[in-house]
């Protein structure tokens, strides 16, 4: 992929640092195999170029973000562990190594599929009519990456709760259990996220990159055991930081009361 697309059911907006992934796939925005191949291309590469610091996930759609897994494509021969491409379902939830911030903004109806490809992004945003549910258990299937990670974000009782019942909340009752951070108007959605991605844009992006890193390794870890490979630098991404010019450059910054110029390197 030479560019990213700005037509088809996947467009990108792409200003400055800051790259905008756009699901436009009527009529419901669901993803097939196809779709999903093309997410996983644009994230890789957003993933590995140096220009891009931060992503925002977002939809085209009037009433939906998406509700995941195209059944009508599925009932036309998509296999549900058909190839879906780099990074797995909707191109984020298994890319390796994705060490820039994802912004997911929502509107409309967020669910299934949809709901855990919003999950795989760092901050959720969310309009005041969004609205979220896990409604596989009633299809006879798993929310397998949810069954991962919800647990792990929210009460142990709630994330069973949403896992076991299919049932739907709304942004206010996301907002409550801290499944997205902030909650607007519709209409200030959008700017708002832009908002937060060009904040995150002008940081810097080395930290940024050494805290995913972190955060994955230290998932399963004891505490201890995170800490020395960290002070040990046996992690590539605090390995670069400690010995990059942006490391020296914020402290020259912190002593002549500037602020810093980063440079990603």
């Not at 999903?36 to 957003?46: L, N, P, T, V, W």
């Not at 891009?52 to 998406?66: M, N, Q, T």
């Not at 959008?190 to 904040?199: F, I, M, Q, S």
């Not at 400690?242 to 440079?263: L, M, Q």
């Amino acid at each position: 992929m030479s560019a990213y697309p700005t037509t088809g059911p996947i467009k990108c907006i792409v200003e400055g640092a800051v790259i905008e992934v756009v699901l436009d796939r009527p009529k419901a925005n669901a993803i097939d195999l196809a779709t999903s191949r093309i997410m996983g291309d644009i994230f890789a590469k957003f993933r590995d170029d140096p220009e891009l610091r931060v992503a925002i996930i977002s939809s085209a759609h009037e009433k939906f973000f998406c509700p995941g897994w195209d059944l009508k494509a599925a009932a036309a021969g998509d296999e549900v562990d058909g190839d879906y491409g780099v990074g797995g379902f909707a191109g984020l939830q298994e890319l390796r190594d994705l060490n820039k911030p994802v912004i997911a903004a929502i509107h409309g109806i967020c669910c299934g599929g949809g709901f855990e490809y919003a999950l795989s992004a760092d901050m959720i945003l969310a309009s005041d009519d969004a609205t979220f549910a896990l409604p596989e258990i009633r299809s006879g299937t798993v929310a397998d990456a949810a069954s991962v990670k919800l647990p792990k974000r929210i009460p142990y009782h709630i994330a069973m709760e949403l896992l076991l019942t299919g049932r739907w909340f709304d942004a206010k009752e996301a907002n409550q259990w801290g499944i997205v951070n902030h909650v607007y108007e519709r209409d200030q959605l959008n700017a708002e996220a832009w908002k937060l991605a060009r904040t995150l844009a002008s940081g810097p992006p080395l930290v940024y990159a050494c805290i995913k890193e972190i955060i994955r390794d230290a998932e399963d870890s004891k505490f201890q055991d995170a800490m020395n490979r960290i002070t040990q630098r046996q992690l590539q991404t605090v390995d670069i930081l400690y010995g990059s010019e942006d490391n020296k450059e914020g402290a020259i910054a912190f002593t002549e009361k500037r602020d810093p110029v980063w440079k990603g390197k």
